[in-house]
């Protein structure tokens, strides 16, 4: 799978992309809203972490969103580095958001197709409606394909504005 991924570039996100997607219509068919995650779900509650739940939860809504008329734009950036440590630094950042509003900005990250973890921001979209959050760092003593998803929402009313995704081998 990693031979593939390395071949094919970013175009190995499309196949993560399913993957994750199919995974999160199995962990939480019915969720509405990552809020919502249920702890009385159907599944066993040592199958996946809350936390995992809602990263989850997040890909399959973003997934299923409509597309907005002008829509913001998402971006993600994952970069993996190998020495003196191996460490991951991820940032979120977008364009267009509606000026001078807050945002609710999930950075999900996963190892090899397993989630790993959530990092929350709450940045202000700017007068001219760009906005980033912090650049994380993220040192792994695992190895393999990592992946970062994205997923913006207005703070105020949850409402989605996008999503992103990026990949990077260590």
Known sequence: MQRVI??????????LLIVATLLAAAASPAAARPSEVSAASSLSPDLFRTDERGALARLAMAKASQPQAL????YADIACHILPTRYVQDKGWGVDA??????????DLFING?????????PYASSSGSWSTP???????????????VTAYYNSDDAYIGR???ICTA
């Open 6 to 15: 390395r071949r094919v570039g970013r175009q190995g996100s499309a196949i």
């Open 71 to 74: 829509a913001p734009i998402v």
């Open 98 to 107: 509606q000026p001078n509003r807050q945002l609710h900005i999930y950075r």
């Open 114 to 122: 397993q989630w790993w973890k959530t990092t929350e921001n709450w």
């Open 135 to 149: 650049t994380g760092d993220h040192a792994s003593l695992l190895s393999g394909t990592f992946m970062l998803w």
């Open 164 to 166: 992103a995704t990026d």
